[in-house]
């Protein structure tokens, strides 16, 4: 194993479009939400750990989470943990990341990665991923990985491929553009022209290269980290980290960096990938009955019932007569039902019970 490959695990959002069962005190990447025994960060973890060292991860979240990391991830250290005061998009978690293995590695290799994908081809997975470090390492090249779409899809983003393919590397090709969440007609228009791909959000790139990139295009957090440097990795640096993070710019690496440079690259691949933001992703990948519903929990019985999603309790006895493409989510104190097809309305819900309700129920 190559003591310079590093990996970046982001795990710090809430996952409200999962609520109720992904909350704000245990969102959904720190749930077994497949049922498989074993919790998203958990399955993330797993999934690098043949390529990257375990002392070389590091897992960014926000610091009431520091504990459930510590419980679900226990091969790593406390200092690999690194706590976010509040939340500031992606970019200045990559940025901390950098900073955190810029003082032990500055040679490193670095995969980033969130903390709640689903991918079903694991082996796929990890040969794609050995040849995506092989093209970063040692150069100045931004590597992420597009999924070849399987649908007119209008959540995820989009990458448009350049140019041929990278020599000798044929599924490598140079970005031409980034296009977030097109609406329907676009995203069919993307989806028949066989030139745009899923963006994963999985990223790779050698340390010098995304810190060239930060220096370039957001010389401002590269400021505020450089003026903390001394602390990084010492008993001062959260209190460094909590003075600085508020003034950081709130944006995404894909904004701040990705959609301005020059030496962006796509790996066009496939390996049963899902980002799991929503229940209408987790009903696509889910295990159907007869009638296309998709049911988790041990005591769900449905009656003349189509194309739902229903999630219940091992404990609970859940019957369900009538319903066609509805969102059934039941927990202990929260009951959902929501048709499938306005499943955006969730993050309303959440916002409404959260003003009339209260904290205890988000």
């Not at 504990?67 to 940025?95: F, M, Y």
């Not at 059934?328 to 306005?342: E, F, N």
Request: aromatic share 12%; glycine share 6%.
């Amino acid at each position: 194993m190559n003591p310079n490959n590093y990996c970046v695990i982001m795990a710090g959002g809430v996952g409200s479009r999962f609520w109720p069962l992904s909350k704000n005190l245990r969102p959904k990447q720190f749930l077994d939400i497949l049922g498989t025994g074993k919790t998203l960060i958990r399955h993330t973890f797993e999934r690098f750990a043949s390529v990257c060292p375990i002392e070389n991860f590091f897992v960014v979240t926000n610091a009431i989470y520091k504990d459930l990391v510590l419980e679900q991830i226990p091969e790593i250290k406390e200092g690999q943990v690194l706590l976010e005061p509040l939340r500031r998009n992606t970019a200045p978690c990559i940025a901390y990341a950098n900073y955190k293995i810029l003082k032990r590695n500055p040679n490193a290799s670095v995969v980033v990665t969130p903390a709640d994908h689903l991918i079903l081809d694991e082996v796929k997975f990890l040969e794609v991923l050995k040849e995506g470090i092989d093209f970063v390492s040692n150069a100045d090249k931004l590597l992420t990985l597009g999924m070849k779409p399987s649908r007119p899809e209008t959540g995820y983003g989009y990458i448009q491929v350049g140019r041929k393919s990278v020599e000798k590397l044929s599924d490598i090709y140079p970005v031409k553009t980034f296009t977030e969440k097109p609406h329907l007609d676009l995203a069919k228009i993307f989806y028949e022209s066989g030139e745009f791909f899923w963006n994963s959000g999985i990223f790779l790139w050698s340390l010098q290269a995304i810190q060239n990139s930060f220096n370039k295009f957001l010389p401002e957090v590269v400021a505020l980290f450089d003026s903390i440097f001394e602390d990084v990795d010492t008993e001062n640096e959260q209190t460094a980290i909590d003075r600085i993070y508020p003034e950081c710019q709130n944006i995404s690496i894909d904004y701040g960096i990705l959609e301005k440079s020059d030496n962006v690259y796509v790996y066009c691949t496939e390996f049963g990938w899902s980002d799991l933001g929503t229940w209408g992703s987790m009903y696509e990948n889910s295990i159907k009955d007869d009638n296309q519903n998709a049911i988790q929990g041990d005591n769900v019985m449905l009656y003349e019932s189509k194309d739902c999603l229903v999630n219940a309790p091992n404990e609970k006895l859940v019957v369900v007569q009538g319903l066609k493409d509805y969102i059934v989510i039941d927990t202990d104190k929260t009951l959902l039902i929501c048709r499938k097809r306005d499943e955006q309305e969730i993050r309303k819900f959440v916002n409404d019970v959260k003003i009339t309700k209260g904290e205890e129920y988000i």
